[in-house]
Structure formats: C-alpha cells, structure tokens
C-alpha cells in the first residue's frame, strides 16, 4: 500500500515551511508511523553528503532526522545550488548535471527532472507511511504555474491535501493567505485544505476575530496558529538565520569571540550552529560594513562561488583587515572554500565556478588550489594530525563529517596537513586532508561538520581561553547531537499543542496515533 501524504506549502519563501515539515515528522514518528520527508526540487548552498555520497538539500536532513531515520536523496531528488546571477549547479539523485541558467533550467530541463521526482516519490511512498510533503515559494506565481514542478504539480501527483503556512510575524498574513488562494486555479484551491498561521506572538484570544474572517472569506479551516518558538534551534534551510544575525550583532555573551566571515556565497552555515550554541562563545556573522573588531577566532565558511566571494572580501577591504588580524595572531581557520581562500594561489581554467580563470589567495597557508570539473562528495572519518596551539590539544583524536568541493588543493614546504583522512563512504582510505602554518595559528580543512564533535569542540574553545588567560571549561553534559534531538521534540510539542492533529489525521484518512508506536505519546 503507498504511503498517506500531506503537503505544507507557503504564501511565500521562509514563511517556516521547512519546520513546519520537520515538526509534522517529529510528531508522525512520535505517534507511531514510518514518515519520511520530500521536497521534489530545493534550491539551496545549504546541504549535505549522505553515506552513499550522494548531495541534498540541508532542509531535508534535518526532517529526515526528525523522523528518526538516515536522509535519502530521494528525499530531495532535484537540488539547485546557486553558483552566480541566474544561474545554478543542477543536482540530480544526489549528482550533479552541469550548470544551466534559469531561463535553461525552466524552459527545458525542469521537464526532464519531473520523471526523476515521479520515481523518487513512488520510492518513498512504498517504504513508509507517510510522507510529508514541502513545497517552494509560493504556489502562487503565476508566471511558472505551468512548469513548476515543486508545488500543486506535485501535490496532484500524491493526491497530498494542502495546507497553506503564512508568516505573521512579517505582517500581511491575512492578505497573503486570501491573495494566494485567489490567484490558484480552481482545482488547485480545492485542494488547499487547511491554513496555518505562523510565527504568532501575542494573545490567540485577541486573534480569534482574524481566524473566523480568514474561515468566512475562503472556506477553509485555519488549522492551527503556531508560536514565535525561542530558547531552542532547528536548523535553518539556507540563510543564516535572522535571529542569528541579530544575536550578532546584539550579543556580548560569551568570552570567546568568534568572527564568522558572511560570504555573499557562503555555504553550509550549519556548521558553526553548536559553536554558537556554547555559553562561552560569542559568534559575531561579519559582512560588508560590518566592523571585524578585533575577535580571538576568524573563520572563513564554506562558499559555492569561492572566488568571486574572495574578490567581494577584497573589495569589501575584510580580506586586508583578515591578514593584518592574523599578522597581529589571531587564529583564522577556514572550512572548504574558506581554507582554500587561505592560499597562495586559486586557479579556475575549466570555469567550474567562475569566469575569473586565477586570482591570489590571502596568502595565510602555503598553499594552491586549482577547481575541476568533477565534484567530490563524501563522508569521512579522520585524525586530527595538526601541531600548534589550537590542535595539539586534540591531536590524535578522530572526528567524522563530510567533503563537498571542486577544489584540488597543493601543499607547499612552508604547511603541513592538518588531519589524516582514513575512512572515505566506509571505504579505507590513506589521505591527508587540509593545511597549517607553522605557528599552528592558522589552519583549514576541507571537512564540514567538525564542529558538532563534542570533544574537538570544546577543546579548540579552551586553547582559546587559554590564549585569553582564562580557565578552561568542562564539556557539558548534554552532546550536541542529544541536545539537537531534544529540540525536535521540543518543536513537535509546540506545533502538536497549536495544530488541530484530529483535523490532520482526518486529511491523511488515518486514525491518530498508533496505540503501540515506538514513540506514541513522547513529547
């Protein structure tokens, strides 16, 4: 028997559609069911390798994550990476296609995926219960209604009963709701079957005069109306997050400051998430005209467009006040293209990623870096292996993530390799992975997700206490991967306290929550 569906889509992009999904997950789960999530085309620089190697939006992960099992690139069949204006790397099943424009994508390419999306959906509808849908955008523009293939398309496809998210928070919710629905074909409107309002603060009693127009005026059911949730984290789809960007900009807790560089391009941003979450850290996002001060840590992110981000930081003047800051000692360390930024040299002559063939680096690392055509995407395993003060505490350590780039990168005499990778996608490998300086103050590394080591965490934050002359800190009690599925249930708890889940089981023709499941009734 196929799989029961329900699709969130939304009045607009961030509207909380991705959370919304990953809650309905969490919750399904809890009660019982086999879900898995389904996105059929995202755009977006945030992603992820799974173990097989294959590429996915970031979104989904953490969906599959809150339903308790191991992300598929089924689960997100078409990825789109933006590699500059109107234009993006193509991911199929986890692969990428090439780079097309968008006028090439939508006039043509976009068809030949939707057979792709079909059999991916079918995949995941035979080996699960349920299957909660995510749309893009807004089902509501008009001009790609007749080749979008991320919206109604699909929610006709799995038969899904829609329900319509708008964001509160941001004002016009109302008018948004009433002005999609207007604008949908008449087939597509009866298939919306319910509408969230999200992001609400302030006094549901005082909101119930604009639940009763939105039901007069449409004839649909507001399902629910979910809370401005805060004090705990669900990662973000593919911006950093403005409430991110606010505490940095706002926030001097934590002694140890760390100056997240935000590249135009950047990528991955995940990544610095359980930095962010310690108490000792302050984490600063620094952008155009944002001052760099004078931070105990600089780390260069991961970018989908490295070069033409290195010549924004050189036109912004960051990439001088990033030397001169490393002259004077502080640490930098960059992650992908950032460690790669850190170099002598980075050489583009097939255009993988820009029209610019060569372009100097920072000249922090001796290192060069030449872009290829084929793309590396894997999980790892590795040893740290760097000396110096910022990872000797942690030498000999294992730590595990993943490797997406393009990048081939040359060690000269003057650095040596930071870790030692010996596990590529479960095969044994005997690799040298990333590049120090002498000093040990500056380093980077082609892994993503090394952060989310506990250990290696807080040991790299207490070698910066001690530059400070501060004392170190024990490692808390809680993982980052145990406080990350603490959150899951969390956000279940306060979307199932704000939905009408009778009216949702109803729409997925299924009783409610099994009497058995393995998670029923867990909050």
């Known amino acids: 028997m196929l799989a029961?569906?329900?699709?969130?889509?939304?009045?607009?992009?961030?509207?909380?559609?991705?959370?919304?999904?990953?809650?309905?997950?969490?919750?399904?789960?809890?009660?019982?069911?086999?879900?898995?999530?389904?996105?059929?085309?995202?755009?977006?620089?945030?992603?992820?390798?799974?173990?097989?190697?294959?590429?996915?939006?970031?979104?989904?992960?953490?969906?599959?994550?809150?339903?308790?099992i191991e992300p598929h690139v089924d689960m997100n069949p078409i990825l789109l990476k933006p590699t500059g204006q109107a234009s993006?790397?193509?991911?199929?099943?986890?692969?990428?296609?090439?780079?097309?424009?968008?006028?090439?994508?939508?006039?043509?390419?976009?068809?030949?995926a939707w057979e792709v999306i079909c059999q991916a959906l079918d995949r995941l509808r035979r080996r699960y219960e349920i299957v909660a849908i995510e749309g893009a955008g807004s089902p509501a523009e008009v001009n790609l209604q007749a080749t979008e293939i991320v919206n109604m398309r699909v929610a006709r496809l799995a038969e899904a009963p829609v329900l319509l998210a708008a964001d509160i928070d941001k004002g016009g919710a109302l008018a948004a709701v009433v002005g999609t629905l207007e604008l949908l074909p008449e087939e597509d409107r009866r298939r919306v079957a319910g509408i969230i309002i999200n992001k609400f603060r302030g006094d549901l009693k005082l909101f119930q005069p604009a639940v009763d127009f939105l039901e007069a005026k449409t004839g649909i059911p507001v399902v629910g109306v979910v809370p401005y949730f805060e004090g705990f984290r669900v990662q973000e789809e593919d911006t950093v997050s403005e409430e991110s960007l606010r505490r940095s900009r706002t926030s001097s807790r934590g002694e140890v400051e760390?100056?997240?560089i935000h590249l135009p391009h950047i990528s991955n941003f995940t990544d610095f998430d359980p930095l962010e979450d310690e108490p000792d850290v302050n984490l600063r996002y620094i952008g155009k005209g944002t001052p760099l001060g004078h931070p105990d840590l600089i780390i260069l992110p991961g970018s989908k467009n490295t070069i033409e981000d290195l010549v924004s930081l050189k036109r912004w003047g960051l990439a001088g006040e990033i030397c001169r800051l490393a002259r004077e000692g502080v640490p930098v360390i960059g992650i992908c293209g950032g460690f790669q930024m850190l170099g002598k040299e980075l050489a583009d002559p097939y255009h993988t990623e820009s029209s610019i063939p060569r372009i100097e680096g920072l000249g922090l690392l001796d290192i060069s870096t030449s872009f290829e055509p084929e793309k590396v995407t894997t999980q790892v395993e590795a040893t740290v292996t760097g000396r110096g003060p910022l990872l000797s505490p942690a030498r000999g350590q294992r730590v595990v993530g993943y490797e997406i780039h393009m990048g081939r990168t040359q060690l000269g005499s003057g650095a040596v390799p930071a870790f030692h990778i010996h596990r590529r996608s479960g095969e044994t490998v005997d690799c040298p992975d990333g590049a120090q300086d002498e000093q040990g103050l500056v380093f980077g590394t082609y892994i993503h997700g090394l952060f989310d080591d506990d250990g290696f965490r807080r040991q790299l934050l207490n070698a910066l206490r001690l530059r400070k002359g501060l004392a170190p800190l024990e490692q808390g009690g809680t993982s980052h991967l145990e406080q990350r599925e603490r959150d899951y249930d969390r956000l279940a708890a306060v979307v199932r306290g704000s939905l009408d889940m009778g009216r949702i089981y109803q729409l997925l023709g299924l009783p409610g929550p099994k009497a058995k499941g393995p998670m029923a009734g867990a909050v």
């Open 4 to 68: 029961r569906t329900i699709m969130v889509q939304g009045t607009a992009s961030h509207v909380g559609k991705s959370v919304l999904v990953a809650a309905l997950c969490r919750i399904f789960y809890q009660d019982g069911y086999r879900v898995a999530p389904f996105k059929s085309q995202n755009m977006a620089l945030n992603s992820f390798v799974t173990r097989d190697g294959g590429e996915m939006g970031r979104a989904q992960v953490v969906q599959a994550e809150a339903a308790g």
């Open 88 to 112: 993006s790397q193509v991911i199929v099943l986890g692969r990428p296609v090439g780079n097309l424009s968008a006028r090439e994508y939508h006039n043509g390419y976009a068809q030949m």
């Open 258 to 260: 760390i100056a997240v």
